[in-house]
Protein backbone atom coordinates (compact mmCIF):
# COMPACT_ATOMS: atom_id res chain seq x y z
CA UNK A 1 0.00 0.00 0.00
CA UNK A 2 1.33 3.69 -0.98
CA UNK A 3 0.41 6.45 1.61
CA UNK A 4 0.32 10.51 0.62
CA UNK A 5 -0.48 12.41 3.77
CA UNK A 6 -1.23 16.24 3.16
CA UNK A 7 -3.09 19.15 5.29
CA UNK A 8 0.10 20.35 6.81
CA UNK A 9 0.21 24.14 7.27
CA UNK A 10 0.81 27.18 9.47
CA UNK A 11 -1.51 27.81 12.10
CA UNK A 12 -1.72 30.04 15.36
CA UNK A 13 -2.09 28.63 18.76
CA UNK A 14 -5.69 27.09 19.69
CA UNK A 15 -6.82 26.68 16.28
CA UNK A 16 -7.04 23.38 13.88
CA UNK A 17 -5.55 21.45 11.17
CA UNK A 18 -7.41 18.40 9.44
CA UNK A 19 -4.47 15.91 7.99
CA UNK A 20 -5.40 13.18 5.37
CA UNK A 21 -3.67 9.86 4.93
CA UNK A 22 -5.02 9.12 1.85
CA UNK A 23 -4.05 5.02 0.50
CA UNK A 24 -3.63 3.48 -2.80
CA UNK A 25 -5.09 -0.03 -2.94
CA UNK A 26 -8.49 -1.64 -2.32
CA UNK A 27 -8.22 -3.30 0.94
CA UNK A 28 -7.31 0.26 2.90
CA UNK A 29 -9.93 -1.44 5.29
CA UNK A 30 -7.86 -4.12 5.95
CA UNK A 31 -4.99 -2.05 7.46
CA UNK A 32 -4.26 -0.39 10.75
CA UNK A 33 -3.35 3.17 10.72
CA UNK A 34 -1.13 5.30 12.78
CA UNK A 35 -0.23 8.64 13.04
CA UNK A 36 3.35 9.80 13.97
CA UNK A 37 5.23 12.79 14.36
CA UNK A 38 9.36 13.84 13.85
CA UNK A 39 10.95 17.19 15.35
CA UNK A 40 14.37 17.39 13.58
CA UNK A 41 16.76 15.77 15.91
CA UNK A 42 14.54 13.97 18.17
CA UNK A 43 12.53 10.61 18.08
CA UNK A 44 9.42 9.48 16.04
CA UNK A 45 6.65 9.94 18.56
CA UNK A 46 3.31 8.49 18.33
CA UNK A 47 0.38 10.46 18.05
CA UNK A 48 -2.71 7.80 17.55
CA UNK A 49 -3.91 5.01 15.41
CA UNK A 50 -7.26 3.85 14.22
CA UNK A 51 -7.73 -0.42 14.79
CA UNK A 52 -8.56 -1.59 10.85
CA UNK A 53 -12.30 -1.98 10.63
CA UNK A 54 -14.43 -4.80 11.51
CA UNK A 55 -16.75 -6.35 13.76
CA UNK A 56 -16.51 -5.81 17.31
CA UNK A 57 -12.84 -3.74 17.47
CA UNK A 58 -12.86 -2.11 14.29
CA UNK A 59 -12.23 1.44 13.98
CA UNK A 60 -10.97 1.36 17.56
CA UNK A 61 -8.17 4.31 18.59
CA UNK A 62 -5.77 5.22 20.58
CA UNK A 63 -3.78 8.42 21.74
CA UNK A 64 -0.92 9.61 22.74
CA UNK A 65 -1.90 11.11 26.50
CA UNK A 66 0.00 14.49 24.94
CA UNK A 67 -2.92 14.68 22.20
CA UNK A 68 -5.80 13.06 23.85
CA UNK A 69 -9.18 15.17 24.44
CA UNK A 70 -7.35 17.52 21.07
CA UNK A 71 -6.86 15.09 18.37
CA UNK A 72 -9.31 12.43 16.84
CA UNK A 73 -8.63 10.00 13.93
CA UNK A 74 -11.45 8.57 11.66
CA UNK A 75 -11.20 6.50 8.67
CA UNK A 76 -13.75 6.85 5.35
CA UNK A 77 -12.79 3.59 4.05
CA UNK A 78 -15.10 4.04 0.47
CA UNK A 79 -12.20 7.37 0.05
CA UNK A 80 -9.01 5.21 1.10
CA UNK A 81 -8.28 8.20 3.67
CA UNK A 82 -8.02 8.39 7.18
CA UNK A 83 -7.93 11.56 8.93
CA UNK A 84 -6.24 13.12 12.12
CA UNK A 85 -8.33 16.08 13.18
CA UNK A 86 -6.09 18.54 15.25
CA UNK A 87 -8.03 21.09 17.52
CA UNK A 88 -6.48 23.41 20.21
CA UNK A 89 -3.00 23.26 18.70
CA UNK A 90 -0.15 24.27 20.97
CA UNK A 91 3.51 25.31 19.65
CA UNK A 92 4.88 21.82 21.03
CA UNK A 93 2.51 20.18 18.39
CA UNK A 94 5.16 21.53 15.80
CA UNK A 95 6.08 18.92 13.85
CA UNK A 96 6.59 16.71 10.64
CA UNK A 97 3.31 14.69 10.43
CA UNK A 98 3.42 10.95 9.40
CA UNK A 99 1.16 8.47 8.43
CA UNK A 100 1.97 4.58 8.76
CA UNK A 101 -0.22 1.37 7.92
CA UNK A 102 0.31 -2.22 9.00
CA UNK A 103 -1.83 -4.92 9.41
CA UNK A 104 -3.10 -6.97 12.17
CA UNK A 105 -1.37 -5.00 14.94
CA UNK A 106 -2.19 -6.55 18.42
CA UNK A 107 -3.00 -3.28 20.93
CA UNK A 108 0.55 -3.20 22.63
CA UNK A 109 2.23 -2.56 19.34
CA UNK A 110 0.00 0.63 17.96
CA UNK A 111 1.95 2.91 19.64
CA UNK A 112 5.32 1.47 18.16
CA UNK A 113 6.53 2.77 14.68
CA UNK A 114 8.43 -0.69 13.68
CA UNK A 115 5.02 -2.51 14.00
CA UNK A 116 4.12 0.05 10.47
CA UNK A 117 6.13 -1.28 7.18
CA UNK A 118 4.38 1.32 5.22
CA UNK A 119 4.78 4.97 5.58
CA UNK A 120 4.16 8.55 3.61
CA UNK A 121 5.86 11.18 3.26
CA UNK A 122 5.05 13.29 5.93
CA UNK A 123 3.43 16.40 6.00
CA UNK A 124 4.70 19.59 7.93
CA UNK A 125 2.59 21.42 10.75
CA UNK A 126 3.80 24.69 12.28
CA UNK A 127 2.11 26.05 15.37
CA UNK A 128 2.58 29.67 16.08
CA UNK A 129 2.47 30.91 19.51
Known amino acids: VQLQASGGGLVQAGGSLRLSCAASGRTFSAYDVGWFRQVAGKERQFVGA????????????YYADSVKGRFAISRDNAKNTVYLQMNSLKPEDTAVYHC???????????????????WGQGTLVTVSS
Open 100 to 118: AAGQRLITSSYGRAESYPY
Open 50 to 61: IRRSGVGTGGTT
